[in-house]
T-cell receptor, first 114, second 113 residues
Framework: TQLLEQSPQFLSIQEGENLTVYCNSS?????LQWYRQEPGEGPVLLVT?????EVKKLKRLTFQFGDARKDSSLHITAAQPGDTGLYLC??????????????FGTGTQLKVEL | DAGVIQSPRHEVTEMGQEVTLRCKPI?????LFWYRQTMMRGLELLIY????????DSGMPEDRFSAKMPNASFSTLKIQPSEPRDSAVYFC???????????FGSGTQLSVL
């Protein structure tokens, strides 16, 4: 089982600040997903990265996949209160019977204050 | 589309009672997943169905847990008998096929007293 460590575990910042969240493992990922989860709701997929070194941007969010495909980062520029939530990385592995198994990271709880 | 629908949203029960959680996947999706989320262990995959057939149930904690998918539009997760350590948020998710993006429901908050 892949173990995904996220850091920091908690982050409280002011509106307008930048931040970076990390997702690390000793295993190589076939692909990695980032989700955001708001209170009382299920996780919502933000992005999937597949290629080592890949960088994807989603408005103020920048996602990077490490060259060795063992780590990933999420950078938020000029954070807003609407960015508040639990950010989860998830690594995919192929199930014997077909399909993906998502192993989720430990999560980073982000709070952006006015 | 209504999304993945789970019921109930909240369930409070006493130790030893049977609990049944329900899920209606998005129409047209043929893969369904049950996850459990706790502060200590995060999100864990319990069981995965493809075309109504259980493919991987290695995450099911013990025999007290069982899951069924009698048809493409309905699945249940049953705990019998329930224990306080089963308290968690249980999520159902579905995808168009086994390798596509997952859509999660809003979860069932289970409290076993």
């Amino acid at each position: 089982t892949q173990l995904l460590e996220q850091s920091p575990q908690f982050l409280s910042i002011q509106e307008g600040e930048n931040l970076t969240v990390y997702c690390n493992s000793s295993s190589v990922f076939s692909s990695l997903q980032w989700y955001r989860q708001e209170p009382g709701e299920g996780p919502v997929l933000l992005v999937t990265v597949v290629t080592g070194g890949e960088v994807k941007k989603l408005k103020r969010l920048t996602f990077q996949f490490g060259d060795a495909r063992k780590d990933s980062s999420l950078h938020i520029t000029a954070a807003q209160p609407g960015d508040t939530g639990l950010y989860l990385c998830a690594a995919t592995s192929i199930l014997t019977g077909g399909g993906n198994k998502l192993t989720f990271g430990t999560g980073t709880q982000l709070k952006v204050e006015l | 589309d209504a999304g993945v629908i789970q019921s109930p949203r909240h369930e409070v029960t006493e130790m030893g009672q049977e609990v049944t959680l329900r899920c209606k996947p998005i129409s047209g999706h043929n893969s369904l997943f049950w996850y459990r989320q706790t502060m200590m262990r995060g999100l864990e995959l319990l069981i995965y169905f493809n075309n109504n057939v259980p493919i991987d149930d290695s995450g099911m904690p013990e025999d007290r847990f069982s899951a069924k998918m009698p048809n493409a539009s309905f699945s249940t997760l049953k705990i019998q008998p329930s224990e306080p350590r089963d308290s968690a948020v249980y999520f159902c998710a579905s995808s168009r096929d086994a390798y596509e993006k997952l859509f999660f429901g809003s979860g069932t908050q289970l409290s076993v007293l």
